[in-house]
């Protein structure tokens, strides 16, 4: 039998579930178990990889091994059968099993009994094998767990479907999937001790509230027995930490998740991972250095540089001092018109039906932003601090302070899509007062993604907030960045239909 056989049907994994299953039969009724409780492993694949990687073509080294690993290889002959066992991790061994070393009865066993796909227990001594292979001589072997399903061919790729519903499969054959994993682990311990560098707490928030806020975003609603009363997955955890901030908690952060009940594409999930972060006496200047620091020690923690390898083959820079652009400087620029904040609404509709940009109840603020997106949004390749936004998007954002009709407040852009958000925060709970209720306005017209006026929140801040900076980055499409992967392939387990 040879490497992970060809894509079965239906009628074929039927056919050798049953096999299997006899074969699970089988074990339990000598006694061995197709499941044990535990095998004594004593070292890892990887281990004796590094330990015994000098050993030359057909070398012994005297020394004894115990590992266990995934059969991805098989191939049985008269006197002498070979399996190939693969960690989690992706590093592989050989197992030999000789009929002198294991006996007529064992390995007959082995013949009967094992499959691709298993888990297997061998122990006995390193030696390179007469091609030159890495390998454990086994003196005893065991099943650890015996698969009854087959697994997909390793030599041709799982459909991106397969990829994503069966994440677990994916695990096994793809290195890629598994690179994923270590970078994301990777990625959020680089993101905590740059955090911890800079005397930042960590902290967990509610993520059932009463009252959604923190974000323009459709949420997810549910109904609380216990309390009898409507509660909301939250989209985002922002004004709980500043509630924190107002209790004292001067620097704070959480990473966790956050949930909207939006469309879902190449660079949107309804349930990802995201990073908000505040800093007392703070603002969006400083948060924007905090951010590239970050995102600079993350990219690092994975690549060992700033200049990153994507999926496709292509390096991209991360390093170095990245670019700040005007909103409506930029946009100006790229739709050859002059755009200010004194730019009417109707002037905007005109410029917007124009280029085919519509708007649902157009502000002067989304017909901005809208527009900025359809003239300058995919051009920024390079990471790019995008400064300066409308005041009514932005209920909960600080004026700013040299330039009438804008607030403090910046997007970061890579790679086309936006990676992070941060503002200088308003803290003055009559004008977050007055915000809330220009939301409740748009929210009667029908606007879906309106904020609802938070009484408890405001009562916070008249407690008195200090000047304070804060940012939000989604975790998933900061791995975008790094890997240049979709958001479904960073994420483990996305929702999927």
């Not at 061994?93 to 094992?114: F, N, P, R, T, Y």
């Not at 499969?169 to 793809?174: A, E, F, K, M, P």
Request: charged fraction near 25%.
């Amino acid at each position: 039998m040879s490497e992970i056989e060809p894509e079965l049907t239906e009628a074929e994994v039927s056919e050798q579930k049953a096999v299997r299953l006899a074969k699970r039969d089988r074990l339990n009724e000598l006694g061995i178990g197709a499941y044990p409780v535990g095998v004594p492993v004593t070292d890892t694949i990887l281990g004796v990889r590094d330990r015994f990687n000098h050993l030359d073509i057909d070398e012994a080294s005297g020394e004894n091994a115990a590992v266990a690993g995934r059969v991805v290889f098989l191939r049985n002959t008269g006197k002498l059968c070979f399996a190939t066992l693969q960690a989690g991790d992706g590093s592989r061994i050989q197992a030999m099993i000789s009929l002198a070393v294991v006996g007529e009865d064992s390995l007959a066993l082995w013949k009967e009994l094992v499959d691709l796909g298993d888990h297997l227990f061998v122990s006995g001594e390193v030696i390179s094998s007469r091609r030159g292979e890495l390998s454990i001589m086994a003196a005893e072997w065991q099943i650890a767990s015996k698969a009854i399903l087959p697994l997909p061919n390793l030599h041709s790729e799982l459909s991106d479907e397969s990829r994503v519903r069966l994440r677990y499969l994916d695990l096994i054959v793809r290195e890629q999937a598994r690179y994923v994993v270590r970078a994301r682990a990777a990625v959020n311990a680089s993101l905590r001790q740059t955090f911890s560098a800079h005397n930042y707490l960590e902290v967990e928030t509610p993520m059932l509230q009463t009252i959604h806020g923190g974000a323009a975003a459709r949420p997810f609603a549910t109904h609380s027995n216990a309390f009898d009363t409507e509660l909301f997955l939250r989209i985002a955890p922002e004004l709980f930490l500043k509630r924190a901030v107002v209790g004292g908690i001067d620097r704070v952060f959480e990473i966790n998740r956050n949930f909207r009940n939006e469309g879902a594409d190449s660079t949107h999930s309804p349930e990802f991972a995201m990073l908000e972060a505040y800093q007392a006496y703070g603002d969006y200047l400083q948060m924007a250095d905090l951010t590239q620091e970050m995102i600079q020690n993350a990219a690092v923690a994975v690549a060992g540089s700033t200049t990153v390898t994507w999926a496709d083959g292509s390096d991209f820079d991360l390093g170095g001092e990245w670019d700040r652009i005007d909103m409506y400087g930029s946009l100006s620029a790229a739709a050859g018109v002059d755009i200010t904040v004194e730019t009417t609404v109707e002037e905007l509709l005109a410029l917007a039906a124009t280029v085919g940009v519509e708007v649902h109840l157009p502000t002067h603020g989304k017909l901005v932003e809208e527009l900025w997106e359809h003239f300058v949004k995919d051009s920024l390749v390079r990471p790019t601090f995008v400064m300066d936004f409308p005041v009514d998007t932005s209920p909960l954002v600080r004026q700013h302070r040299t330039k009438p009709g804008v607030v403090e407040k910046w997007d970061l852009y890579i790679r086309g899509f936006e990676l992070a958000t941060a503002y200088s925060e308003l803290v003055d709970p009559v004008v977050q007062r007055e915000r809330f209720v220009e939301q409740a306005l748009l929210a009667t017209k029908g606007d879906v993604e309106a904020m609802r006026l938070d009484e408890d929140f405001l009562r916070a801040l008249e407690h008195g907030m200090p000047p304070t900076g804060g940012m939000g980055m989604g975790i998933d499409r900061l791995l975008m960045a790094i890997t240049g992967l979709g958001i479904r392939e960073t994420i483990l387990f996305p929702l999927v239909k």
